[in-house]
């Protein structure tokens, strides 16, 4: 559920980014989905003030990594790079985690889930080539590359060190001390980018952009960090990487169904190895 609101954020990102300064929109989709996370659950919140303190380093880091970083790289990197590009260094994530949770936390590489992250990049791979990798010789790195690679990077580390958030905190009120501390340090950056260039722009803003803000601020925010940060309290960092792949897919379904982009053969080969590397990586044994 978190990769499809995921993979709309990719197509409005893209759309948005033209027109709306990085930290800007990071900052307008965050805003307000802080301000309905604190009224509806500002009492465990506050009951969580000392969970929070005791890890404070913690849940500052996480939230400049998964809610400042992330998507103010992604957006700045969809300026002048395409979605293939950008779609294609996020694939890399689930690798990225295994070999980090393996420096970090000297934690072995289950050879299951690494089967299934080789198989579900390869379907992504697949997807992001059209079923033609001679493609991949196409692509070019320019500012725009670096900043989705720094996108992808700050997620992974996010994936990782998520562990360390506090065990006796709910989930709800983790989400929103985590976007909280992360609208304190987008506000200043907010407000010198505001005076520079984002009010001469902001209204001029049409009312389908300011949906697609609004999609922004309930789908890829609030829903995808919720669902995210509970389905990675249930299968941990590495199997819930995995699930990263299917971002690039929702991605192309979207596009289908909004920009009118036709369905072709690569579509349901990626599908189906991205399914597969997922379902790989969901296997238990002790089931059987």
Known sequence: ??????????????????????????????????????FLFYRPAIQAFS????????????????????????YQGLKTTSSLNASLYLAVVPVLVLFLNRLVFK??????????????LIGVFW???????????????????????????SW???????RLKPNNISHSAFLTWLV???????????????IQESAKLLPNLTALQWSGIGYLIIGPSILSYAFWNFGIAIVGSAKGA?????????????SIL????????????????????ILICSYNKKKF
Request: include cysteine; charge should be neutral; proline fraction near 5%.
């Open 51 to 74: 969970q929070v303190k005791s890890s404070f380093w913690v849940m500052l880091s996480l939230g400049i990594l998964g809610v400042v970083l992330f998507p103010a790289t992604l």
């Open 156 to 162: 992974a580390v996010y994936c990782c060190i998520i």
């Open 258 to 277: 909004l920009l009118n982009e036709p369905v072709k053969v690569f579509h349901l080969i990626s599908a189906i190895l991205i399914t597969v590397g």
């Open 107 to 120: 934690e072995k590489i289950n050879p299951v889930i690494f089967v299934g992250a080789v198989i579900s």
């Open 127 to 153: 997807l992001l080539t059209q079923g033609n990798l001679e493609h991949l010789l196409t692509l070019t790195v320019n500012h725009g590359d670096l900043w989705t690679i720094a996108s992808a990077i």
């Open 242 to 254: 995995v699930m990263t792949n299917f971002t690039p897919l929702f991605a192309a379904l979207f």
């Open 180 to 194: 909280g501390l992360a609208v304190f340090v987008l506000t200043p950056l907010f407000i010198y980018e505001f």
């Open 1 to 38: 559920m978190a990769t499809l609101f995921w993979g709309g954020n990719f197509v409005l990102g893209k759309i948005l980014s033209g027109v709306i300064p990085p930290i800007t929109l990071t900052y307008l989709r965050w805003l307000p989905a802080f301000l309905i996370l604190f």
